[in-house]
């Protein structure tokens, strides 16, 4: 699924009141917010859903799969989501 499709999605979920763009900007406005809280306390919380943790990986060294030398990765920040465990109940298989 793509952005679009996402948007679509969120139309069809709130009675199609929301035209296209609004729902566009509600989106674009979520991700915005999450970014800027990331950045500024690193961690945002939803209850019952799961967490958004900002967390830096370690630098590292790599074989160099075109030759015989190695390569070395610089440490990076990436964001991790952690699914809570009712979140995650609800895609078990298991009845």
Do not use: C, H, W
Not at 2 to 19: A, P, R, T, V
């Amino acid at each position: 699924m793509n952005k679009k499709d996402f948007i679509l999605k969120y139309m069809e979920k709130s009675g199609n009141i929301l035209e296209f763009k609004e729902a566009q900007e509600d989106i674009n406005i979520l991700f915005t917010t999450l970014k800027n809280v990331l950045i500024a306390q690193g961690k945002v919380s939803f209850f019952g859903k799961g967490t958004f943790e900002l967390v830096e990986k370690k630098e590292k060294i790599i074989g160099d799969p075109r030759g015989n030398g190695v390569i070395k990765l610089p440490s990076e920040k990436t964001i991790r989501f952690r699914a809570s465990s009712n979140f995650n109940k609800l895609f078990s298989n298991k009845k």
